[in-house]
């Protein structure tokens, strides 16, 4: 089966780098996307860039009989990078799945862009790798994605106001709790199109995925409850990166580095605005090797060196790869049943552990998962049928292993892997 299904994969239309370029290109022309920057010029400033992007998702649409709504959503935010107060606004458009359409893997960028001055809205400001890559390599997975049938929905979406505070991410989270969204994942795409670092090293081979292990948006109850079970390294958001790395491994593309954190040291982006909110199956993808010289920097030469984010620092053969995996994973997690609910484990005092779960809708299998406890990923697994409720693993001791469930579909695709702890106490 699973070789069917990397066959299926190697056979599904791929990224194109020059149609990424294209679009990089595009939203470079606009000038600037600062957040505070015109909304109603034409041709310049954030308003027409996301005009624009949602013509783009409305044509994309039109090509596919109609299988994406698009939306462009808005609120007022304030804060000190935005004194007087500005409206941010999203452009969306979303897949509806055919079977689950309120499980939801949402795939995102941010649209708008700055310099060095964060409050400078009327320089030239292209965001060409930050994060027009992130922008392109939605529409790029909408315009390939939305060819298929899938049984979850994906929501492309194009963000705004994150250099100003993470706003966008913040109404989208604020969106999908409201609509009811079971979000399956959040897969937060920014600073995705460079392969040489500021002093010189070059890697086209690898992307970082980062994902929170202590919960965010925890009560007292949940962490004492992490704590206690050792489940750090299992967090909503590291089974989704979990899952980003076995996609990858199985698409034999890009190498993923799995960081064990939300994001880049002391920084952020929209993927945490979800975190906080309680959405806890957010991460993010960004290059391996940053160029600081090319980010958030006005446009300049000083001593024979060249300050800003333009397009001839990109490398889109690269961006291309980055955009496979993404649209590996949303089909994945799309076509996949729900993480299954409710994973306990018993067997204390005992050498022999027995795993429970709820039954997922869909599920036409279950995988149980193990791994000795001083190991980062899934070593061991056995799988039962989808009736299956429960399995005891004998010789298996609970006090050094942990465990988890995975549920899978007919066509083998696998959702992530819920954790397992103690049962309630009644």
């Known amino acids: ?66 299988c994406l ?45 700055r310099v060095s001055d964060v409050m400078d ?22 315009r390939l994605l939305s060819k298929e049938k899938l049984a979850g929905t994906i929501v492309y979406a194009a963000l705004s106001g994150e250099e100003q505070g993470l706003w966008g991410g913040q109404l989208l989270a604020r969106i999908a709790k409201e609509r009811g969204w079971k979000v399956a994942a959040v897969l937060n795409n920014d600073i995705v199109g460079n392969t040489t670092g500021t002093g010189g090293a070059r890697d086209d081979r690898r992307v970082r995925v ?108 690269y961006l291309a790869k980055v955009t496979a995996l993404n649209m590996a994973v949303a089909r994945e997690l799309a076509n996949a049943p729900g993480a299954p609910e409710g994973v306990t484990i018993a067997g204390a005092l005992s050498a022999d552990t027995t795993v429970s779960w709820q039954p997922s809708a869909g599920a036409a299998r279950y995988r149980i998962h193990w791994r000795q406890a001083d190991a980062g990923d899934w070593t061991d697994h056995r799988d039962v049928p989808g009736d299956a409720t429960s399995i005891k693993l004998d010789g298996v001791n609970i006090d050094h292993h942990f465990f988890g469930v995975s549920a899978l579909s007919a066509g083998g695709q696998e959702s992530v892997v819920s954790f397992a702890g103690p049962a309630p106490r009644q």
């Open 210 to 317: 980062f994902s929170e292990g202590i919960t965010a948006a925890g009560d007292l109850d949940t962490l004492k409850a992490q704590r206690a079970n050792g489940g750090e390294m299992d967090s909503p958001s590291r089974a989704v990166a979990k899952a980003i790395r076995r996609v990858a491994r199985q698409q034999r593309g890009l190498e993923v580095i799995a960081v064990g954190r939300p994001d880049r040291f002391q920084r952020g982006g929209d993927h945490t605005a979800f975190l906080n909110a309680g959405i806890p199956a957010a991460v993010r993808f960004s290059e391996v090797t940053e160029n600081y010289d090319h980010q958030h920097q006005t446009l300049r030469t000083e001593n024979g060196k060249f300050y800003g984010d333009t397009i001839q620092y990109m490398d889109f053969p």
């Open 1 to 66: 089966m699973l070789d069917i299904l990397l066959l299926a994969s190697a056979a599904a239309a791929q990224p194109n780098p020059a149609q990424l370029r294209a679009t990089v290109e595009k939203l470079v022309s606009f000038g600037t996307r600062h957040t505070l920057s015109s909304a109603t010029d034409p041709k310049r400033g954030i308003g027409a860039a996301r005009r624009w992007t949602a013509g783009r998702f409305e044509a994309l649409g039109k090509a596919c009989g109609g």
């Open 69 to 113: 709504t698009v939306e462009t959503v808005g609120d007022q935010f304030s804060g000190p990078r935005a004194p007087n107060g500005v409206r941010v606004e999203n452009v969306l458009a979303i897949q509806r799945g055919t079977s689950d359409p309120e499980r939801v893997v949402i795939v995102q960028g941010h649209i708008d862009s």
């Open 121 to 142: 809205f009327t320089s030239d400001a292209p965001g060409a790798n930050d994060d027009a890559s992130g922008v392109a390599l939605v529409m790029e997975a909408a």
